[in-house]
């Protein structure tokens, strides 16, 4: 009985060692985080998991060399946030991704955050890379400067306003009822309230019966990476246009 006990502590000692090592050398990871969280009750997390669909659709690579995995906290900061709310924020989110990196290797970082405004120099992207950048040169619990890459991505307004550049993917969302949906012909980013815009849209075409909501933008991204990949929409629309959203074609293009 000694020597059985032996025997299978051996192998339970064996088998977490080969657990351990199998999560530290899996495919490497790109990291989202998104608004909401803890405090936000995570009601943004559909912005998240709406990057996660549409990332491998415009980067074919990333399927086959990375996972991507969402993290609900810590989450992103509204555009706006004081500079301390912005430090204190950056000081809890480089512990999680060394965590994380420590179990297995991150390849890199996207952080999800609504200009809320129009931003036609993408100011707002430009300042969140720049926070990103910062703390990942600072030294954390492995003693030295992060080695993954950072993403910031920075619809203008809010995601709504990317389905607005792909109206025959919303379509698809409720083929019956929205089927003969007219979308106004202007800037997407022009739209005070994309998403307010999109549900009002689609109440008074059905009357009721099937308005947009939140909750449908991970659909929609799902079917729009559908038809982006089967080459039914352009991955850069060029009539409207967004330049929030060839930045993130961009970035997902150079991950």
Same mark, same amino acid.
């Given at each position: ?19 351990? &090592?199998?999560?530290?050398?899996? /495919? ?32 074919? #690579? ?13 989450? #992103? ?10 430090? #204190?924020? &950056?000081?809890?989110?480089? %512990? $999680? ?7 297995? %290797? ?28 910062? &703390? ?12 993954? /890459? ?5 619809? $203008?307004?809010?995601?709504? !306003? ?11 969302? !409720? ?24 549900? #009002? ?9 099937? /308005?947009?909501? /939140?909750?449908? *933008? ?21 009539? %409207?246009?967004?330049? *929030? ?11």
């Amino acid at each position: 009985r000694v020597g059985a006990h032996w025997v299978n502590s051996g192998t339970r000692g064996f088998l977490r060692e080969f657990h351990n &090592m199998a999560k530290r050398h899996g /495919k490497p990871l790109i990291l989202v985080f998104g608004e909401g969280g803890k405090g936000g009750g995570g009601k943004h997390t559909y912005d998240a998991t709406a990057i996660k669909s549409l990332l491998p659709a415009l980067n074919r #690579s990333i399927d086959q060399a990375y996972d991507i995995k969402i993290r609900k906290d810590p989450p #992103s900061l509204t555009r706006g946030a004081s500079t301390g709310a912005v430090l #204190s924020w &950056m000081e809890s989110l480089r %512990p $999680v991704i060394d965590a994380q990196d420590a179990l297995r %290797p991150v390849h890199a970082v996207i952080v999800h955050q609504d200009t809320d405004k129009e931003d036609p120099r993408l100011e707002g992207h430009t300042q969140l890379l720049k926070n990103l950048e910062s &703390m990942r040169a600072k030294k954390g619990r492995p003693k030295r400067a992060g080695t993954w /890459k950072v993403f910031a991505v920075t619809p $203008v307004r809010m995601t709504e !306003a990317w389905w607005l550049l792909f109206p025959e993917a919303v379509k698809t969302l !409720a083929p019956g009822a929205w089927r003969d949906l007219k979308f106004a012909q202007k800037p997407v980013e022009s739209h005070q309230d994309p998403a307010g815009y999109l549900t #009002s849209l689609t109440d008074r075409h059905t009357n009721g019966k099937r /308005k947009y909501s /939140k909750s449908d *933008s991970p659909t929609i991204a799902r079917k729009l990476a559908e038809r982006i990949i089967v080459g039914q929409e352009p991955a850069k629309p060029d009539n %409207p246009a967004s330049a *929030s959203w060839n930045q993130f074609v961009d970035d997902a293009r150079s991950m």
